[in-house]
């Protein structure tokens, strides 16, 4: 038997809404426990683990709440409340799934909470945001969002058949059973950009063969943050970090930056990593119009439509260097940086419009002069992308491994 559905939502104004879905859900033979996250009011049914109970758990009461008639401590006990609410019920083994649906606030409150559970739990969220760049509700969990096209406010036409639509992908994400698998195999990750893919695919094909399981994150930005998440959460064995190339977002003020913990986690994990300056050559914004204008004058390469490379400079080389270096001497496992000296891409080769040699010296030489003594970098006379230098990184990796 699956384990429960857990709805959550604001009682008080969307009640209708939920006793709908609620009821459709049980009428496919599943259990539900409705979670009341509503300050204004009294719901308009009453819910397995009311409202009162959701703000106790975030340090405040309702009473408390209303009585102080502050919308953002509200919102932020309650978030809270609910995180360690949905925690509480998944580690019980009371939740199989998670649905909300809401407006803008109400998506803040429950996909804080669907943040809090592991990879792979059933989440589900309609909203009036589903449409649109919901990354800051997502972060790096795989919640599924569904635009809810009206707001969430009465049941009309249209909105009934949303609410019936998340309420059927809810029940069936929690009733679908995973086949076994039929072997376990050690997770490695790697890092990818369009310009290492030829490195990555062969590194990745090596590692297989010899019976690891490769995960394979692009790095935009969220890839980055999703992979160092999963390092965090303990998942990952090893981390063929290859393309770092959202250290130049963060450095230049790019759209795909990972933040300034990017390569933190495999350090502090202590894990075998092995760290390549892959496409640090380039800073991403989106269309050639949004690029800002300190960086009109600068080398711009029309990646695609939607997206504009510009080519790093020697001062952001070097600060690119230094912070591959902080990260090598942060590493509590085994840990090896391999340099490419025929450039870190595939735009950054021998006659191709980013080679630069002196900007990708300046990296390099900032990692070699910051590292600790005793920490493996290696210089190879090749491209990122050339069989040689993917051959040599998976050798690394499986050495650390092996030892």
């Known amino acids: 038997m699956p384990k429960p559905v857990v709805l959550v939502g604001a009682l008080d104004t969307k009640g209708e809404e939920f006793r709908f879905a609620r009821d459709l859900i049980r009428a496919r033979g599943l259990e539900t426990i409705v979670v009341d996250f509503g300050v204004l009011g009294d719901p308009s049914f009453q819910p397995e683990i009311g409202s009162d109970d959701v703000a106790r758990a975030g340090g405040s009461s309702l009473a408390a709440l209303r009585a102080a008639k502050d919308k953002a401590e509200a919102m932020r006990v309650m978030a809270e409340g609910l995180t360690k609410v949905v925690k509480d019920l998944y580690e019980a083994g009371r939740l199989g799934g998670i649905l909300g649906m809401a407006g803008t606030g109400g998506t803040s409150i429950a996909t804080a909470a669907m943040r809090a559970l592991p990879v792979g739990v059933p989440k589900a969220m309609a909203s009036t945001v589903g449409g649109g760049d919901v990354s800051a509700y997502a972060g790096i969990k795989d919640i599924t969002f569904m635009p809810s096209v009206v707001d969430v406010a009465g049941i009309n036409s249209i909105s009934r058949r949303i609410y019936a639509n998340a309420a059927g992908a809810i029940a069936g994400m929690v009733s679908q059973e995973l086949p076994e698998a039929r072997e376990t195999k050690p997770l490695i990750t790697a890092s990818m950009f369009g310009n290492t893919t030829d490195c990555v695919n062969r590194a990745r094909a090596a590692l297989e063969a010899k019976g690891y399981e490769v995960l394979v994150f692009h790095a935009t930005g969220t890839g980055g943050k999703t992979m160092e998440g999963l390092i965090a959460d303990g998942y990952i064995t090893a981390s063929l970090d290859i393309t770092t190339t959202e250290l130049a977002d963060q450095v230049c003020g ?49 990646w695609n439509p939607n997206v504009t490379l510009m080519r790093t400079s020697v001062a952001e080389k070097r600060t690119m260097g230094e912070m591959i270096a902080r990260a090598a001497n942060a590493a509590r496992g085994p840990v090896a940086i391999l340099l490419p000296l025929k450039g870190v891409s595939m735009l950054d080769s021998p006659g191709n419009p980013y080679w630069d040699p002196e900007a990708d010296g300046a990296c390099f030489s900032a990692i070699k002069q910051n590292v600790k003594p005793g920490i493996l970098v290696i210089e190879m006379d090749a491209n990122i992308n050339e069989p040689p230098f993917a051959d040599k990184s998976v050798a690394l990796l499986l050495g650390m491994l092996k030892k």
Not at 271 to 285: A, K, R
Request: hydrophobic share 40%; glycine share 10%.
């Open 254 to 302: 790019g759209v795909f930056s990972a933040g300034p913990d990017r390569m933190m986690a495999a350090a502090r994990a202590g894990i075998p990593t092995v760290l390549v300056p892959g496409c640090v050559d380039m800073c991403n914004f989106w269309g050639i119009d949004t690029v800002p204008e300190k960086y009109k004058n600068r080398n711009l390469y029309k």
